[in-house]
């Protein structure tokens, strides 16, 4: 940023290059606004970026984030992003053994391969209709709910009213998960290839009354209207690419290596105190927009700080040279592995992982699920690893709170990525060793990332992906009119801690810029 910009006025200063502080930048400027986006890092997309993590290798991943569910198509379309994304025909497969012999659950290919899968597994054709049967509720309600996350928030009451089914609110948001999918299914392993959409991220029993597994169910079944988690085609960076383009090309000025580390308003003008490597410097603005976690908010205006938010998540990214055999013979590795192969994900598996980490152990049966992203888009490889049939591979596991990596991260990470393999392997006919490709150094190419790992490369509070439990999609007594508001009149939090954050949705920088709007 040249040296003069620190004393100019601008109408909004963005705190945070993240994907959500660049959907707000492109809209405000889009409508007229000066816009000055500071960005920590040297590089803009926060957990949204595409990296080659292996020496020497040609594979650019989705390091953090890597599926897209939540992101309307409005902003899309109104921002003008050359984006796009691709289904997966393939929803899951999920390995298990029955009567000594390896089987498993494929969900897609079509309603009738889907039909006959359920049928083989459980011996009947009542799972697979009590599948049709709670899905389709969902479906409904992720009908009339998505759209309302780019409006200002419905009370409680007419998101209710919106909804219109009785039965499908008491289960989604009055009742723990839990208790409808015991109710509507019997098979150990169908309850938890249902369960796991409520523990993305999110460290909860299936039957915690205070719902945090409600929440999270419920935006992981809403996207788009659908549900589906689609694959960003060039991998996510190539949103965050395009999100800053469209920013910038509307006129916004996106600063990297300039970190904000105090906000000083008195509710009509603010001031932004930033530091570089050449020193601190301070910016005047009319709004500020906070793409950061609420701790952070509040470190940089001073208010009290909110409770501590907790991850409590494995993410591992690989490179294959081949995908792995499986046991289970009948079903082919580039259908399994191209929806969510889920392992140790049964009911009774991850009842039991969470009473292992709530207790203070790693759980003996890690739970995780993987999908290869390269089988639905392998523009992310190189043109010769294409060739050569290498794959990627991302896992991500469940109930690994960071409390338990807090007395030596780097062992617990290594002894929980061991294990975590371990389950995995008794999935496959060969060890995975056998398949990863290795780096110019001769290394596996594997890389794992615990929470606090997170928390220290992106000051994701406790490494938490979603910067705190995730909230109701209505407004409630603080949450102001678009859910981005904060005590302070002229600043507002557009990051994943905003009322409807969490996953790369673009919605809280939406809102954000929306009640920017409002307010001029």
Known sequence: MPAHEGSRTYDAVIVGGGHNGLVAAAYLARAGRSVLVLERLEHTGGAAVSTRPFAGVDARLSRYSYLVSL????????????????????????????????????????????????ARLTGGESEYAAWQRFYGMTGRVAQRVFPTLVEPLPTRDELRRRVDDEDAWRALFEEPIGVAIEREFSDDLVRGVVLTDALIGT???????????????????????????????????????????????????????????????????????????????????????????????????????????????????????????????????????????????????????HAEAAAGRLPAAPPSEIYCHSLTDPSIL?????????????????????????????????????????????????????????????RPCIEAKTPLDLERDLRLPGGNIFHRALAWPYAQEDTGRWGVETRHANVVLCGAGAVRGGGVSGVPGHNAAMAVLERD
């Not at 992101?71 to 984006?83: Q, S």
């Not at 929803?91 to 659950?105: D, H, I, N, W």
């Open 71 to 118: 992101l309307p198509r409005k902003i899309v379309r109104d921002l003008g992003l050359t984006f796009r994304v691709r289904g997966r025909t393939i929803s899951s497969y999920t390995p298990t053994e029955r009567a000594g012999r390896p089987t498993g659950l494929l969900v897609g290919g079509g309603e009738r391969r889907t039909r006959d899968a359920f």
């Open 203 to 353: 460290f909860a029993d299936a039957h915690d009354p205070a719902l945090p597994q409600n929440r999270c169910f419920l935006y992981h079944v809403i996207g788009g209207g659908t549900g589906a988690w689609d694959v960003p085609v060039g991998g996510m960076g190539a949103l965050t690419d395009a999100l800053a383009a469209a920013a910038r090309t509307a006129g916004a000025t996106l600063a990297t290596g300039h970190e904000a580390v105090r906000i000083d308003t008195d509710g009509q003008h603010a001031e932004v105190v930033y530091r570089t490597a050449d020193g601190e410097g301070v910016v005047a603005a009319r709004h500020v927009l906070v793409n950061a976690s609420p701790q952070e908010l509040a470190a940089l205006t001073g208010d009290p700080r909110p409770a501590p938010a907790e991850g409590a998540q494995l993410k591992v990214n690989m490179l294959l040279k081949r995908l792995p055999a499986l046991r289970d013979t009948t079903v082919d590795p580039r259908e399994a592995f191209a929806g969510t192969f889920h392992i140790a994900e049964g009911y009774g598996q991850l009842a039991a992982a």
């Open 382 to 442: 190189g043109p010769d690893l294409v060739a050569r049939g290498y794959q990627t591979l991302t896992l991500f596991g469940l109930h690994t709170p960071a409390r338990l990596f807090a007395e030596d991260n780097d062992a617990v990470r290594r002894d929980l990525l061991k294990s975590t393999l371990t389950q995995f392997d008794a999935q496959l006919a060969v060890p995975l060793a056998d398949c990863l490709a290795t780096d110019a150094d001769g």
